[in-house]
């Protein structure tokens, strides 16, 4: 047992008080966990673009004063009630989605969609009790996504935390608890494509360089670039990316453009930008026959997915993930593994590190398109 178990933690946490203002540093009550959740002391954390779309607030519910961040490795400080899995002193990575391991989508081995612990963005709370864990002088401050990781110390429910090898390196895996895991996943678990083969990939920000490392992992001969910004592919060669293509420098739609290109389309597109247009490129640039698209950015809720019928009687096959089709609890230990061993790189990913006191530098890197992921020391 750890000595602070049972007891509310003091500590600093990055608080955001007002759509898109400055985070500020602020120090914060954690109660300790209840029945089936777990206390996590956190000690690097990165930024990922879902942070700063919901901290802008554009398009969805405000919810504030709130506590950011998804993405981070820890240490167990302690654990509820019925907690099993875990113990205090694990090296864990909390999950912005979970496995409760007692639903159909947990006890099948066809879905990582936990009924119970699904990813909720308006819910500022623990599912539990209805009641936020943090606290400034009495008033809450609501969770984001079950994770809240701006804060050296969270409390998250167990089915959201995977328990990993203690000797990887934190600062370096913490990443794999969203966006790398997302496009690597939906390469290498739902594209699956063959040695030799060549993929699209659509959208080359951290996703999209993700599904290409996938690509390239997977011994793809070709992995074509589709952005529109023109400059991101030099820094994407070294995520296996062989050729690029944007869509702005011609005068006819870009599947048909890659489909001249590859001789009748690609094997495998990958579609990471949530656009529309891109999503029905991705899938119409697939060879007929056995071409496959896999769909991983989120739309806007008015989008329509149109293509013609002819596409799919041509056996193109489209699909769509969720967080790459990794079950967190039960997969992550082994994305981890494969880090160990060399098989999946992830420094190239990291472009920045701040202190936590310098937090709000990390928002202005992303929004500047100069990070790819920004890790972010908690103990400074």
């Known amino acids: 047992m750890s000595t602070t178990a049972g007891q509310v933690i003091k500590c600093r946490a990055a608080v955001s008080w007002e759509a898109g203002k400055p985070l500020v540093i602020e120090e914060v009550e954690v109660a300790p966990p209840q029945a089936g959740e777990v206390r996590l002391k956190i000690l690097y954390t990165s930024l990922c673009h879902t942070d700063v779309y919901f901290w802008e607030a ?26 099993t899995h875990l113990k205090p002193g694990d090296h864990a990575l909390p999950v912005f989605t979970g496995e409760c391991g007692e639903c159909p989508h947990c006890k099948s081995e066809e879905s990582n969609m936990c009924d119970l612990l699904r990813i909720n963005t308006d819910r500022g709370v623990m599912i539990s009790d209805n009641q936020s864990r943090f606290s400034i002088k009495g008033k809450p401050i609501y969770h984001f ?9 969270t409390v998250l429910h167990a089915g959201c935390v995977a328990k990993i090898n203690p000797a990887a390196p934190l600062d370096k895996v913490c990443i794999l608890s969203c966006g790398i895991c997302t496009g690597f996943g939906a390469t290498v678990n739902v594209a699956k494509p063959k040695p030799g083969s060549s993929v699209a990939i659509f959208g080359l920000g951290a ?23 023109s400059s991101r592919f030099e820094g994407a060669k070294k995520f296996g990316v062989n050729e690029f293509v944007n869509p702005k420098d011609h005068d006819k739609p870009v599947q048909e453009v890659i489909a001249e290109m590859t001789n009748g389309g690609v094997d495998r597109a990958v579609e990471c930008t949530g656009s529309i247009q891109a999503m029905i490129s991705a899938f119409e640039c697939v060879h007929d026959g056995w071409g496959v698209a896999v769909l991983v950015g989120v739309p806007n809720k008015d989008d329509a ?68 992921r920004c890790i972010i020391r908690m103990g400074e």
Do not use: C, W
């Not at 996504?145 to 110390?153: A, D, I, K, N, Q």
């Open 58 to 83: 554009k398009g969805q519910t405000p919810l504030f004063p709130r506590i950011f961040g998804h993405e981070a490795g820890g240490i167990v400080e302690s654990v509820g009630e019925g907690v």
């Open 145 to 153: 996504v079950g994770t809240s990781t701006f804060s050296e110390y």
């Open 207 to 229: 996703v999209g360089l993700a599904a290409a490392e996938g690509a390239r992992v997977s011994g793809a001969s070709r992995i074509i670039g589709v952005d529109l910004v």
């Open 305 to 372: 997915f149109k293509t013609h019928p002819v596409n799919f009687l041509n056996e193109r096959t489209l699909k769509g993930t969720f967080y790459g089709n990794y079950k967190p609890r039960t997969d992550l230990p082994n994305v981890v593994e494969m880090y160990m061993r060399g098989e999946l790189e992830l420094e190239k990913f990291i472009t920045h590190t701040v202190s936590f006191s310098e937090i709000n530098k990390a928002f202005d890197y992303m929004l500047k398109g100069e990070s790819i």
